[in-house]
């Protein structure tokens, strides 16, 4: 056991050693974190639920929660207040059209390897596209800022708990933040 524990321990060191001197940082940390950091497993029990789907409801009304206003008379002013101007929006003839180079643009600075939105896309499908999909993101980003309208699953996602740290209590919601994972699309807008 102590031989396999040694020969395991340098093989890491090996891997990390050669990533080094190439110089990329990128496979590093990659090798770093699948060979070095502590798998995180799920809870099995969480304020005292231990079936998933009473688990998963735990966590709904935790977040649901957070997103309750603090004041629904402050909220409802608040409401009000949008909906007035609102009313009274006309789009600005200086509206400075989004080109597919900005698409293109945009689509190549975000981050790969990440979950996918309640759509089902990630970054990969967008970059790896035919380039004609920045011709129509851009068609479809014009049009809603010339009509004031933005998709309903631009404000969708799906909201996954995450243990604040890692030596924390994992059977109290409490402990968990949420985390929203938005759709990719909406994303590329946003930039």
């Not at 031989?3 to 590093?28: E, G, M, R, W």
């Not at 975000?110 to 004609?132: F, N, S």
């Amino acid at each position: 056991m102590k031989y396999k524990t040694q020969v395991a321990n340098t093989h890491i060191s090996s891997d990390l050693h050669d990533q080094l001197l190439s110089k990329d940082c990128a496979s590093f940390w990659k090798t770093w974190k699948t060979k070095v950091n502590e798998r995180l497993t799920a809870a099995n029990d969480v304020d005292g639920c231990t079936n998933a789907t009473d688990i998963a409801n735990s966590f709904a009304n935790l977040f649901q929660q957070a997103c309750l206003p603090n004041s629904s008379d402050y909220s409802e002013k608040l409401k009000n207040r949008f909906e007035e101007k609102f009313r009274r929006y006309q789009p600005d003839s200086k509206l400075q059209w989004i080109s597919v180079e900005t698409v293109d643009k945009c689509i190549g600075g975000m981050k790969l390897q990440r979950a996918a939105g309640v759509d089902g896309i990630k970054t990969e499908h967008l970059r790896y596209a035919h380039p004609r999909i920045c011709v129509t993101l851009a068609l479809l980003f014009n049009a809603m800022l010339i009509h004031g309208v933005v998709l309903s699953m631009f404000g969708m996602g799906i909201t996954v708990p995450l243990i604040k740290c890692h030596n924390m209590y994992s059977s109290s919601s409490d402990n968990y933040r949420g985390i929203t994972l938005s759709v990719h699309i909406s994303k590329v807008f946003e930039m």
